[in-house]
């Protein structure tokens, strides 16, 4: 009996540009829940140390790049959780297509490593999976915002930024830089 591979659908993907003990990469990829022998599953896919600059992930636009297994050194290390197990996912292709305003399309291809998991009830399963990775605001995006934000607010000087920062995070929650923004918005308040 093969995993039913098919159930997993990405939901959202964020990266974190600089992560861990390693500061590399990380891309975290939400899955939409599913049913796996009658019980309700909600996990995520992560990939750390990814050896590709993901400061700004449209740079990678239109580029697929291939990755040696662990323990080859460059290995992403990918992972699910699942039955309570942390099963591997050897990662061997990240595909990123044509940006849009807010995400740029991605795939991975890999193999979940059920058996490296002390899962015997599957075999070692390939995975093709399609995400979109939300992108960071561009400088427009972000001078919008904090003048949306200063005129929802009434904030006038540096004084009123904590005001003005709480409704830009609630607006925007994905806008992981917040000392940036943090930074940005005084630069408007000045």
Known sequence: MTFPHHLLAATTARCQPRSGPTRQPAITIALQPFLLDGQAVDTCIRLDTIALDLDDPRAQ??????????????????????????????VAELAFGT?????????????????????????????????ALELPPTPAQLDTAIAQAIAATGA???????????????????WDDRAALHARLCQHLA
Not at 62 to 89: A, K, Q
Not at 100 to 129: K, N, V
């Open 156 to 174: 006038r000087s540096a004084r009123d930024a904590g005001r003005a920062m709480a409704w830009l995070v609630r607006q925007h929650p994905g």
């Open 99 to 131: 940006p849009g305003e807010h995400t740029l399309p991605a795939r991975l291809a890999g193999m979940l490593a059920f058996s490296a998991a002390g899962i015997a009830d599957w075999p070692d399963t390939p995975l093709d999976l399609a995400f």
């Open 61 to 90: 636009a239109r580029r697929t790049h291939r990755f040696p297994v662990n323990p080859e050194p460059g290995y992403i290390d990918g992972s699910m959780y699942l039955l309570h197990r942390h099963v591997p996912l050897d």
